[in-house]
């Protein structure tokens, strides 16, 4: 992958050009006339122009997400973010309608390293997401795909009702499923998954990225240390600003003291990051 | 005709009266992320550190920031690298910006902040320093920023240490700020700031535990603005010195409105994190409110 480019100094007004359900969740595309090109775990500050502060003084700050496709289009570059409403942040956002604009500040942070660069013997990649954190994945495994990089692509759910993005964002690529009713794919947690492949006789030719709740990131670095199998972790903190400046998203490492997840990562590789804490 | 924008603090000149707060802003991660381009238009007037200690420090433990309405709570625990890390690694770099240089200090004894005070003095590139004194005392126990005698008593040892301008940053936690800005300004202080956050926390209703990590920490933004209005108004009423005013600026009109109250400085805060160029932004509508008041009262 290329080195991130700068973001464009500040943050600035795109306009919506689609919103969508999806599987429980909200899709929604802002035509970014600026650029540049997100790289695949790169993420964006978002707070819609109206009604932000609108109910309550809150929500108050931007919200961090990923981005999950980014495309050229006319007049920019369209990029789709896959949300959840669980709180007035995102259910603001999952309420906007096209035609509204929403600030946006990024693209932000790091983004996923090539296998070769994960681990020498590396050729594939194995992606792991689990609900809502399948968004960076999704344009990882484009991004893969143009590379001719080997990828494997294993999804887990809570049930179908809590599987947004994935007819939307995993179309046209064969995907391992697990969900925690078993009414997507087998029934289990997505780790369940990829241990079964990790112990498969090729695991050392792959590197495992992974996005997804805390728990199942913990299951992904354990299970890739035990086979001795390098991984990168697109990670998730609370965050007001997502340039440095506030030091609200700390990260613990493992020798003592803090990296910011928004400078430092998101994505972070296995073992750079305390698990089971 | 142009409003000139141009303010003198502490002497020195500075571009417009926009400021940044302590801790608020990053000049260094800011420009890994958006390139020289912040160098180019830099948002603030003159650049204030994050507060830095003689020893290293590594902050506190998640979670450490929680949004609240019109506002949020933060308690970072002032992670820095040390005196010595700050001097060898940073200072380099904030020496580039195109804007003076405050660098906000903090320790818990007078002989220790005695130590960082003398190092910067040495520095040409520092303009100012900042005295964060919220902060204990080691050998009495008292918060040195609650206390004017602790006050006047640290800046009458730090005074001594260097010509440069010394700003008291205020703590709003206090019955009488205005007391403790006297006591700052006999103690010799050149400046004082304020408002620092207030003693704030929220309840994960997720958990029914605090959602600051450490159980409470600073509530900032538009929340705070009409208290840090009266405190700087107070202040302004008690002493001679000039003062910088923060606490929610978010617009022209906020920063107006601190001016009004009686600072010569306004300072960006929590607004930054939300709008990463908002102090240029506020500069730009307190010029404009300069120049629309100018014109409507031309000044003899």
């Keep these: ?277 | 005709m142009r409003w000139s924008t141009v303010v003198e603090f502490c002497g020195i000149e500075l571009a417009n009266p926009v400021i940044n707060a302590s801790g608020t802003f990053d000049a260094i991660a800011a420009r890994r992320v958006y390139g020289d381009a912040l160098l180019e238009e830099f948002p603030f007037s003159a650049f204030v550190s994050k507060t830095i200690t003689l020893e290293p420090r590594a902050g506190n433990p998640p979670q450490r920031i929680w949004e609240t309405p019109a506002g949020m709570i933060n308690s970072i625990g002032l992670p820095n690298k040390g005196l010595e890390g700050f001097v060898a690694e940073d200072l380099p770099q904030l020496a580039a910006l195109p804007v003076p240089l405050i660098v906000s200090a903090m320790a818990t004894g007078r002989e220790e902040f005695g130590r960082m005070v003398a190092a910067l003095a040495e520095r040409e590139e520092v303009a100012a320093i900042e005295l964060n004194v919220s902060c204990p005392n080691v050998h009495s126990g008292l918060i040195v920023g609650e206390q004017p005698t602790e006050t006047v008593a640290l800046l009458r040892a730090l005074r001594p240490l260097t010509e440069k301008p010394l700003i008291v940053k205020l703590t709003p936690n206090v019955a009488d700020p205005a007391s403790i800005a006297v006591a700052a300004e006999e103690g010799g202080a050149d400046a004082v700031s304020l408002i620092n956050t207030l003693k704030a926390s929220a309840i994960d209703p997720a958990t029914g535990e605090p959602g600051i990590g450490v159980g409470q920490g600073g509530l900032s933004g538009p929340a705070v603005r009409p208290i840090a209005v009266a405190q700087v108004r107070a202040v302004a009423a008690a002493v001679e010195v000039p003062i910088v005013g923060m606490g929610g600026v978010c617009s022209g009109a906020d920063a107006a409105e601190m001016l009004a109250a009686g600072a010569t400085l306004a300072a960006v805060g929590t607004e930054s994190f939300r709008d990463p160029r908002a102090g240029i932004r506020i500069a730009a509508e307190l010029s404009e409110r300069f120049s629309q008041a100018s014109q409507a009262q031309p000044r003899l």
């Design chain 1, 1 to 277: 992958m290329p080195e991130a480019a700068f973001a464009p100094w500040g943050r600035r007004l795109c306009e919506v050009v689609d919103s969508r359900p999806s599987g429980g969740y909200r899709i929604f595309s802002l035509l970014d006339p600026e650029g540049p090109e997100p790289l695949p775990g790169q993420f964006y500050m978002l707070a819609t122009e109206r009604g932000w502060e609108g109910n309550g003084g809150r929500p108050f700050l931007p919200r961090a997400f990923s981005v999950a496709e980014a495309d050229p289009a006319a007049g920019g570059i369209r990029l789709d973010f896959l949300i959840e409403g669980i709180g007035p942040g995102t259910e603001r956002l999952c309420a906007l309608d096209v035609g509204e604009r929403v600030w946006v500040n990024g693209p932000l942070g790091n983004s996923f390293s090539p296998p070769a660069e994960l681990a020498p013997g590396a050729a594939g990649a194995i992606l792991v997401g689990g609900g809502i954190g399948i968004a960076p994945l999704a344009l990882l495994r484009r991004r893969f795909a143009a590379g001719n990089v080997p990828t494997r692509v294993l999804l887990g759910f809570r049930d179908a009702a809590h599987s947004g993005g994935l007819d939307d964002l995993f179309r046209c690529c064969e995907v391992g499923l697990a969900s925690d009713d078993g009414h997507l794919g087998q029934r289990g947690y997505v780790t369940d998954l990829l241990a079964a492949m990790l112990a498969g006789d090729d695991a050392g030719s792959a590197a495992v990225y992974a996005c997804g709740p805390p728990p199942m990131l913990d299951a992904v670095a354990l299970l890739c240390a035990d086979r001795a199998v390098a991984c990168e972790l697109a990670l998730e903190s609370p965050m007001a600003c997502g340039f440095g400046a506030c030091f609200g998203c700390a990260v613990p490492k493992p020798g003592g003291g803090y990296l910011r997840l928004c400078v430092d990562g998101p994505v972070l590789r296995g073992d750079a990051v305390v698990h089971g804490g």
